[in-house]
């Protein structure tokens, strides 16, 4: 090679030559390369640019409801019944806590968990999605919450979240009429849907399922608001850009008084029972007791099985709202309204009378009064007065069921009387019609006279009884009850009042005049003539004896013979004061007996309490005010 | 006295830097802490610390811009071969961080070997073709080529596909420039096409997921694709203009992952936008064409790849990293050079500027 080194000189040149034209190369690969580059960036920044902004602006915007806070619940005095509280609740999402009952368990290292609480939760967490962000426990002390900040990092899908929580302060005692909430379920939420209601429930998990909640949960529970809200990756929210406030649902101010519903529970005591307490000028519903009742805040955040077990299986039925929905045979409670309609149908004048041999015979069947050896002669205030039987069987038998039928659905048996709380029974107005629908058999004579004197098929809720007494202390016009007096807008503080719908029965007052007098002799020389000793006031009434077990031919009814849940029920129907009512009431005491000795003395406590601001000697002031 | 002892310290310091390259390389790193300021949410302890790496690597550059091609040379196939040792190590006895075998613990401080391959590989292959200059045939590059592919396969099983391909990048440039012929290139293309199959078949599960993220991003939205869909997002709703400094709303509200290493160029993108882009190419552009005029002028063959090789490497991390944040490329690990957070990854691009500029600066003085 050293021989030639011309050669070795060109062929370097020849290498420097192609190494520049193979750096040119490259060059220009770079240049198309980063051409390449700067097209997809025009692509992206400029082409397709608003598609992209379009997307970081749903990444970093997220729209959040901002649920209304619920209507309070006050009664006719500003006591409150139900109202909202905030609280820390420790919640889990069972899709993203991996082993829910192991995240349980160490939860339970730092917080304490009971059992109820975890039943609940397994409850909850069987009829929830996994997605869900379910309460595990509530009402987290300041201390809890620093122990679970702590520990944190150990717990994904276990959150704390501040909520509000509905608080039923009077618990047991306005559980029939107030209700409860509880959480969505599937069946409501297909419900909304079709209501059109969803969008204005994201972001609320509660709603109402009895009572007043369940009536006037559109009222309650307002408009939600929305709120625009900027979040990072991972969910957490940074400022708020936009929002539109939310509308408080109303508070409702009821015609209930807490004092006087206080009373009659612990006049009940331990007995069951129903009564209903209505205004007859406006149908303001002034007491509503079911006894027993039940424990509503248990429901709030999801009962558990156990004590869901309990209410469920108790012989007491807790759950059972006898004012609403419990039918009763009225007894002698019906005798009024039977005379009023002798009257008005001209079956009988006041002054005509029977004479009462102490039963009224009927083919081979006897039916007896209560007077082994009657009454006398019997004209209808006597008859009314001492309860007479006979006299009402005579009646019935000669008027037949069906115009007894045709002139009772005036006063409202037999059918609902629309008061604001959902699931009303309608009760049992027997006719030759109904009989026939119902056990597709004719109906006999012989039956009609029994429902002469309230017993038999007939059957009725207190609530119809107290709404019938009260359009007799209301001259003949009806009033629809209702439990609310008005709504309030929560920032207007604007009422909306539940208007009266008062129904004229076309009753002739003469008539009306005839029942009233005998009523207010029922009290004061009658049968509870005994329980209104001394009243500072005039009032009337009537008293009730409904089987609960029909007594065999010739024997005799002799209630310490009989089992305690196969004893008659008391019954009592009354108003006051007799010349300008105020108040009407139907009162059942079950399987107390005879109507003026368990059932009367309550109604004279609400009256006393009501008329006079009296309670029962030996009570502390009543509760609630 | 005193001012002449300052100016011969002076030209001292600057005898072997060159001035444009230098200028490139500080107003990238300048960019560089301008977006990473932005974004770590304005971290302070970020920046002071990319900064501490900043120095250090420019001290790297200075000394290599120092040390003599002739020298260098003379390191090539230790180097490589220390290199290569180290690489065993790792597969043999390396720490495993995030699924990947990359560390090796030498006495104190650990190590990630494959760095110094980025460096000793494209040295050692320029070493090579210069021994043999003149008398190159196709046996030479087959021998050049395998030595290459020791450890980028090494790497790529570790698993670093992005360093593998790097590297074999920064090698094939040798390769390339050093004469390949172009019968060669073509059959190696078409080998590689026909041959893709099986590569498929080789590779890691999370390499395979990658490449089909690439294909359709938005079929896993939450997993592996999430980060090439918010990273495209945040570069396309960048616009014309972008957003503003430390106005990303992908950046600042936490939606671009690792937003200060390998995907700050989507941060850059976002805030910066079409114009900012443009910029940042034309920056880069600036530093690779004065990496060729180094190379172009070259004296010796050894300087002339080694240069092209450096230069070629740099464009290929700056390409890589911008196709694979604007969602054209799959996600491998290569940080945007000059720009991501981290030390490593900038002393060695600075070691490699330091190599252009005595190339540069040395090129009439020695003649090997």
């Given at each position: 090679m050293l021989s030639n080194p011309g050669i070795e000189f060109r062929d370097a040149q020849r290498e420097t030559h192609q190494f520049g034209i193979r750096l040119a190369i490259m060059s220009g690969f770079v240049v198309v390369m980063f051409l390449l580059l700067l097209a997809r960036f025009a692509w992206l920044q400029i082409i397709q640019h608003s598609h992209y902004h379009t997307l970081a602006e749903a990444n970093r915007i997220s729209v959040v409801p901002v649920t209304p806070g619920r209507g309070v619940i006050f009664d006719r005095n500003g006591v409150q019944l139900a109202y909202n509280y905030?609280?820390?609740?420790?919640?889990?999402?069972?899709?993203?806590?991996?082993?829910?009952?192991?995240?349980?368990?160490?939860?339970?290292e730092i917080v304490e968990i009971t059992p109820r609480d975890r039943r609940r939760f397994k409850q909850l967490q069987e009829e929830s999605k996994s997605f869900e962000s379910l309460p595990l426990r509530s009402r987290l002390a300041d201390e809890e919450i620093a122990r679970f900040a702590a520990n944190r990092y150990r717990f994904p899908g276990v959150e704390i979240k501040a909520r509000l929580f509905r608080q039923y302060p009077q618990g047991e005692l306005f559980s029939h009429v107030i209700g409860y909430i509880g959480r969505i379920n599937q069946k409501e939420l297909d419900k909304l849907d079709t209501d059109g209601e969803l969008a204005n429930y994201r972001g609320t998990d509660h709603i109402g399922k009895t009572g007043l909640e369940l009536s006037y949960e559109s009222a309650l529970h307002g408009t939600t608001g929305v709120e625009q809200v900027e979040i990072d990756s991972a969910g957490r929210a940074v400022r708020v850009l936009s929002r539109t406030p939310p509308a408080s649902g109303a508070n409702l101010a009821l015609k209930l008084d807490a004092g006087l519903q206080a009373l009659v529970d612990k006049a009940f005591g331990d007995r069951r029972g129903a009564l209903v307490a209505l205004d007859p000028q406006t149908g303001g519903v002034l007491a509503f007791v079911s006894k027993p009742g039940f424990d509503p805040n248990l429901f709030v955040d999801g009962i558990d099985p156990q004590s869901w077990g309990e209410l469920r299986n108790s012989p007491d039925r807790?759950?059972?709202?006898?004012?609403?929905?419990?039918?009763?045979?009225?007894?002698?409670?019906?005798?009024?309204?039977?005379?009023?309609?002798?009257?008005?149908?001209?079956?009988?004048?006041?002054?005509?009378?029977?004479?009462?041999?102490?039963?009224?015979?009927?083919?081979?069947?006897?039916?007896?009064?209560?007077?082994?050896?009657?009454?006398?002669?019997?004209?209808?205030?006597?008859?009314?007065?001492?309860?007479?039987?006979?006299?009402?069987?005579?009646?019935?038998?000669?008027?037949?069921?069906?115009?007894?039928?045709?002139?009772m659905t005036r006063l409202g048996f037999g059918s609902r009387t629309g008061i604001d709380l959902t699931g009303e029974a309608a009760g049992i107005l027997p006719s030759q019609e109904w009989k026939m629908q119902r056990f597709k058999q004719k109906w006999f004579a012989g039956e009609t006279v029994s429902i002469g004197i309230g017993q038999g098929y007939n059957s009725y809720t207190p609530l119809q009884l107290a709404s019938a007494i009260a359009a007799i202390a209301n001259d003949g016009t009806m009033l629809r009850p209702h439990v609310v007096d008005y709504m309030e807008d929560v920032r207007t503080k604007a009422r909306t009042p539940v208007a009266p719908r008062p129904l004229a029965l076309g009753l002739n007052p003469e008539h009306i005049d005839v029942i009233k007098k005998a009523l207010v002799g029922v009290n004061k020389e009658g049968t509870s003539a005994s329980v209104f000793v001394g009243t500072e006031y005039v009032s009337a009434g009537k008293t009730g004896t409904s089987q609960v077990v029909a007594i065999k031919q010739g024997e005799k009814y002799i209630e310490s013979r009989v089992q305690e849940r196969h004893r008659d029920h008391a019954l009592f129907v009354a108003y006051a004061p007799a010349d300008k009512p105020t108040i009407a009431l139907a009162v059942i005491v079950e399987n107390a007996g005879f109507g003026a000795k368990a059932a009367a003395p309550i109604a004279r406590q609400v009256f006393d309490y009501y008329l006079l601001g009296k309670t029962p000697p030996g009570d502390k002031k009543e509760a609630g005010k | 006295m005193i001012a002449w002892y300052l100016r011969r310290a002076g030209r001292m310091l600057t005898a072997h830097i060159d001035g444009a390259l230098l200028a490139a390389v500080l107003l990238l790193m300048a960019t560089g802490l301008t977006v990473l300021y932005s974004a770590s949410n304005a971290g302070w302890p970020r920046v002071t610390g990319q900064m501490t790496n900043m120095l250090v690597a420019l001290a790297v550059l200075w000394v290599f811009a120092n040390i003599p091609p002739h020298v260098l040379m003379r390191l090539a196939l230790p180097v490589f071969i220390v290199g290569l040792l180290l690489l065993l190590g790792v597969a043999w006895k390396g720490d495993v961080i995030n699924g990947a075998r990359r560390w090796l613990h030498v006495g104190v401080t650990r190590i990630q070997p494959s760095e110094i391959m980025k460096i000793a590989a494209p040295l050692m292959l320029a070493w090579y073709f210069h021994r043999y200059e003149g008398t190159l045939r196709l046996r030479n590059y087959v021998l050049a080529a395998l030595l290459l592919l020791i450890p980028v396969g090494l790497i790529a099983r570790q698993p670093d596909l992005g360093t593998a391909i790097l590297i074999l990048a920064s090698g094939g440039f040798v390769l390339f420039l050093a004469g390949l012929s172009w019968k060669v290139i073509a059959a190696l293309g078409v080998t590689a096409l026909a041959s893709a199959p099986v590569a498929w078949s080789m590779m890691h599960d999370y390499q395979r997921q990658r490449i089909l993220m690439l294909i359709d991003p938005s079929e896993d939205p939450l997993g592996k694709g999430y980060h090439t869909i918010q990273s495209t997002i945040a570069v396309g709703s960048g616009g014309i203009t972008g957003k503003g400094w430390m106005s990303g709303t992908q950046t600042h509200l936490d939606f671009i992952p690792e937003r200060t290493t390998d995907f700050i160029f989507a941060v850059y993108s976002e805030e910066f936008g079409f114009v900012g882009n443009l910029v940042l190419l034309i920056l880069f552009l600036l530093l690779i064409s004065r990496g060729f005029v180094i190379a172009a002028q070259a004296s010796t063959l050894f300087t002339r790849l080694l240069a092209g090789a450096i230069t070629l490497t740099f464009f290929t991390y700056a390409f890589v990293n911008m196709g694979m944040v604007s969602g054209i490329l799959p996600v491998v690990g290569v940080p945007l050079p000059m720009i991501s957070y981290g030390g490593t990854s900038l002393v060695t691009l600075c070691l490699g500027f330091g190599i252009l500029m005595s190339i540069h600066t040395h090129r009439h003085l020695v003649r090997t």
């Open positions: 905030t609280a820390h609740t420790l919640e889990i999402t069972p899709g993203k806590a991996g082993d829910v009952s192991a995240t349980i368990d160490q939860l339970a807790p759950m059972l709202n006898r004012a609403l929905t419990g039918t009763y045979p009225p007894g002698s409670t019906f005798k009024p309204f039977m005379a009023l309609a002798a009257l008005t149908t001209g079956k009988r004048t006041p002054q005509q009378a029977i004479s009462d041999p102490g039963y009224f015979q009927f083919g081979n069947h006897r039916f007896r009064d209560d007077a082994e050896f009657g009454h006398g002669a019997v004209d209808m205030y006597k008859s009314i007065v001492v309860s007479c039987d006979t006299y009402y069987y005579v009646l019935a038998n000669e008027m037949g069921i069906d115009a007894i039928a045709k002139f | -």
